[in-house]
């Protein structure tokens, strides 16, 4: 019987596994438990997926208007928890 893939573990620098599942790139950002601004800075920027956040690194999304480190933390901090490789 073939088998499929269903996700791809990594490993973090601390030791930590995380697994993600194949399909969470397209997973809109308003799924995130993010804060109003920093849902809009994205949504502004035309940044509407899980996918589209992984092309930004930290300076990348502070150059986005009305976009302030806070808010760059947060999403950091949020797609860690969904172990989505990011700065």
Do not use: Y
Request: charge should be neutral; aromatic fraction near 4%; glycine fraction near 10%.
């Amino acid at each position: 019987v073939p088998m499929k893939a269903i996700g791809t573990i990594f490993a973090a620098e601390n030791g930590e596994i995380k697994f993600v599942l194949h399909g969470a790139d397209e997973t809109s950002i308003e799924r995130l438990e993010l804060s109003v601004r920093t849902k809009k800075i994205l949504t502004d920027a035309g940044i509407t997926t899980i996918g589209q956040t992984t092309a930004l690194d930290m300076v990348g999304f502070l150059r986005l208007p009305g976009a302030v480190r806070k808010c760059g933390n947060e999403l950091r901090e949020v797609l860690a928890e969904r172990a989505v490789p990011m700065w």
